[in-house]
């Protein structure tokens, strides 16, 4: 019977924990941006309250807590720059040109519901878990592990509608007596046993003598961390998951499925398309005042849409004729560059030029690697030259985690074609190596210029596990 296999695996200690756990390397979040001080996306508004109250102010003057010793508003730091609301120079936090939207949309007399859309719509493009377009990549994740299954993206779909309209608004229906919820929990199998499969395999009567259990579970006990329930204690009062994170998740799943295989000639057939799905669920929003809103703000929402959908190309080494050239002189190399409007595009451009030739120059055109690997190069009919490709080291998506601007030659790393698509594209094994090597013929140059970054971070941007 199911539910037995259930009480059996509770008893489990490492399957427990997997799920009851909503830390970063645990099976129990979807979303790796909720977490305590985060359980649901309007969480963001607190967040940019929170850091905006200490805008531009150095950090070592903020208020610490009585009870835990760390700064009050640090829980809110990893968010607002993942999100790029907010970034961060010389220890100081200031807004960034999405920042300034997203308090204009704040003090505009937004319902709930307006609220959220044009909050998911502000992060669409964050990196959370140095992920660029991390909703979306997730989304995808996600779908590929029901798919494996056997459930249809039409059928996952239409069950994330399906708990949406039944619980969001209504709160005495039990949420323990849901489908989603087990799929929520057990999106991910853990160490083999792969409990939603499991689940999905049963029939109606065990499923819900599951749901029933649990939800007996839920009114009949204290949760401790006793091994008796393991979505009890998931959903303890005190823990980082709630019924609000919940329909978020499915809320956040269900928009995104429906939007990123769209076809869209510009960024304004995106959002109206977006808002006018958004509508079929929340018939009251007023679709005028979201397009007008985001219009005002074109800038930022068009390089969010250009971001999402490849449309923009931040490329070192494509797009462009490879030997361009850009005056120094009309281009200041030591700006800090606001990549969340799309004007900033063209200025990077000149910047990256600027420095991509420099770098070819400083490593007379050949890769870095090439005492590491057998690289083999062709003539350039262009620079006439051995051709070279120019890498970010500290990829360029995860800039706003650092203090000063990786737009600098330091991090400027010259690879013939073959190691650059290896430390892109390369199993793990051939790219730690790799990216060991070029980090100890950089960190030093690239601390001098205020990038202070350990081997185990790097690796991190690369997701590469120790």
């Not at 709160?171 to 989603?180: V, W």
């Not at 985001?294 to 494509?318: A, D, M, P, T, W």
């Not at 000149?350 to 690997?373: G, I, R």
Request: net charge negative; glycine share 4%; hydrophobic share 30%.
């Amino acid at each position: 019977m199911l539910v037995e296999l259930y009480k059996d695996l509770c008893k489990n200690e490492r399957w427990y924990n997997a799920y009851c756990s909503t830390g970063e390397k645990s099976n129990g979040k979807i979303f790796f941006f909720f977490n305590t001080n985060y359980r649901k996306l309007l969480s963001f508004e607190e967040g940019y309250y929170v850091l905006k109250n200490v805008e531009n102010v150095e950090r070592s003057s903020w208020e610490h807590s009585s009870s835990h010793g760390q700064e009050i508003e640090k829980q809110h730091t990893v968010n607002m720059l993942k999100s790029k609301i907010f970034s961060k120079n010389a220890n100081v936090y200031y807004r960034s040109k999405k920042g300034f939207a997203y308090s204009d949309m704040l003090a505009k007399d937004f319902s709930y519901d307006e609220k959220w859309l044009m909050t998911y719509l502000t992060i669409l493009n964050g990196y959370f878990a140095n992920v660029p377009n991390y909703i979306f990549e997730r989304t995808k994740v996600i779908l590929k592990m029901m798919e494996e299954r056997g459930v249809s993206r039409e059928a996952y779909t239409k069950l994330l509608k399906n708990f949406i309209n039944t619980y969001e608004n209504h709160s005495n229906n039990n949420i323990f007596e849901s489908d989603y919820l087990f799929f929520d929990t057990f999106y991910q199998n853990f160490e083999g046993i792969d409990f939603l499969k499991l689940f999905l395999e049963a029939s109606e009567e065990e499923r819900k003598e599951l749901k029933l259990y649990v939800a007996e579970q839920r009114k009949d006990r204290v949760a401790t961390k006793k091994q008796i329930d393991t979505i009890s204690y998931k959903y303890k009062s005190t823990g980082s998951y709630t019924r609000a994170t919940l329909i978020d998740n499915a809320k956040i799943q269900y928009f995104t499925l429906l939007i990123m295989d769209g076809t869209y000639s510009d960024y304004q057939e995106f959002y109206q398309s977006v808002t006018e799905k958004f509508r079929q669920l929340y018939p009251s929003i007023n679709v005028h005042e979201i397009l007008s809103f985001i219009e005002n703000h074109k800038s930022v929402y068009e390089l969010i849409f250009n971001e999402l959908f490849g449309n923009v190309q931040y490329s070192l080494n494509f797009g462009r004729k490879e030997d361009e050239t850009v005056s120094d002189q009309s281009v200041d190399l030591d700006q800090r560059i606001d990549d969340t409007e799309a004007e900033a595009v063209n200025t990077y451009h000149k910047v990256s030029t600027v420095l991509k030739n420099l770098a070819k120059a400083n490593s007379n055109y050949k890769c870095e690697l090439e005492d590491f690997f057998d690289c083999q190069y062709f003539t350039s009919k262009e620079s006439h030259k051995h051709y070279v490709e120019v890498h970010h080291l500290i990829p360029r998506a995860v800039g706003n985690d650092f203090e000063s601007s990786i737009e600098v030659v330091e991090n400027y790393v010259t690879l013939c074609p073959k190691c650059h698509r290896l430390v892109h594209l390369g199993e793990d094994v051939e790219r730690k190596p790799a990216l060991h090597y070029l980090y100890l013929k950089r960190h030093e140059k690239l601390k001098e210029r205020g990038l202070d970054i350990t081997e185990k971070q790097l690796k991190k941007y690369y997701l590469i596990e120790e």
